[in-house]
């Protein structure tokens, strides 16, 4: 498993707190290169360690927004990784890159071996858009899943976000039943959360907006699980649905705690023996890497943890769609 990480975005969402600086299409050429650069001196002094990790052979470029990169730089990175083709390649795009580069852009990153495409949609409300600060609008997000479909992507997941304050039930069915006529291979729906350093902390420490309602995510949430299921997805993992066979296999491989080589700043890795967890420093190019040695108590938490997490449940014990609630609370208690 190899994640690789790219730290650029147009603009920062309201409630985001990933590594990222602001990048503008072909007005940052300089600093692409510089990163570019120093990823590739990464995966050449890692090259050893990423093999090690090929048991699940697949490949996450995650953010950041992916997108932002031309082709040729995710060409350069893809080329100098070990492990191609791989099984199951993801690249996450924002609607609005897809709509701007068009089909061209969809074209060369399956010419790169993409072979799954995860969007973040996150709502098909424009209000709710302009809060959370997206780029893209509900109609651009439509654009976009429609010229990732006629070019022949056939394995897309969708990102919603549940429990934002101000957003109703109605506004997330609504969202919800679009969504499900446009029959993505996957859906994945994250309640907000309030992380330290984003906007969202300094709007409610400023008392500028309110957490939404506890009873309020929990209708949502409940109402993610429901109609999911009756329009045929298997929700294998607390925040993730996927049509029988399109779950993704990058994910699952870190909830049975599967070694992983994180490539980039800001990115993690777990060691083979499954002992050691490393860190990059948060920095766009001459990034460190700190580590932790894990004891025998904290591997078995997180075994616990990740296990409560699936429906596989922890050491083959199903957890059934009820009890997920709870699954939840006792997870709180080890993050």
Request: aromatic share 8%.
């Amino acid at each position: 498993m190899i994640y690789v990480h790219v730290p650029f975005c147009r603009s920062f969402c309201t409630y985001c707190d990933f590594y990222s600086e602001i990048a503008c299409r072909g007005k940052d050429a300089g600093a692409v290169e510089a990163y570019v650069s120093a990823l590739l001196e990464e995966i050449s002094s890692r090259r050893e360690e990423i093999l090690g990790t090929l048991d699940v052979n697949t490949l996450y470029i995650g953010g950041g927004t992916p997108s932002v990169l031309p082709p040729d730089a995710l060409r350069r990175i893809v080329e100098a990784l070990p492990g191609a083709p791989f099984d199951e390649f993801t690249i996450e795009v924002n609607p609005e890159d897809i709509v701007q580069a068009g089909p061209e852009y969809v074209r060369a990153l399956k010419a790169l071996g993409v072979n799954r495409v995860s969007m973040g949609v996150q709502s098909l409300d424009d209000g709710m858009l302009r809060w959370m600060n997206r780029r893209h609008s509900a109609d651009g997000a439509r654009q976009a899943f429609r010229i990732l479909r006629e070019c022949g992507i056939g394995n897309i997941s969708v990102d919603v976000i549940t429990g934002v304050p101000g957003m109703s039930l109605e506004m997330l069915r609504s969202t919800v039943q679009e969504i499900l006529e446009w029959r993505p291979e996957h859906i994945s729906a994250y309640q907000l959360s309030i992380e330290e350093g984003s906007a969202l902390a300094g709007l409610l420490e400023e008392g500028k907006c309110a957490e939404a309602p506890e009873e309020d995510c929990r209708a949502q949430y409940e109402y993610m699980c429901r109609t999911l299921s009756e329009a045929g997805y298997r929700h294998y993992e607390i925040s993730n649905w996927a049509l029988p066979g399109h779950e993704a296999r990058h994910n699952s491989a870190y909830w049975t705690r599967a070694p992983y080589v994180g490539l980039g700043p800001g990115a993690h890795s777990l060691s083979a023996d499954g002992l050691t967890r490393s860190w990059n420093s948060q920095q766009l190019t001459g990034w460190t890497r700190d580590s932790e040695k894990l004891g025998a108590e904290e591997v078995r938490e997180e075994q616990i943890m990740l296990g409560l997490r699936t429906a596989a449940g922890w050491n083959g014990k199903v957890i059934p769609e009820a009890d997920w609630f709870i699954a939840d609370e006792i997870i709180s208690l080890y993050l």
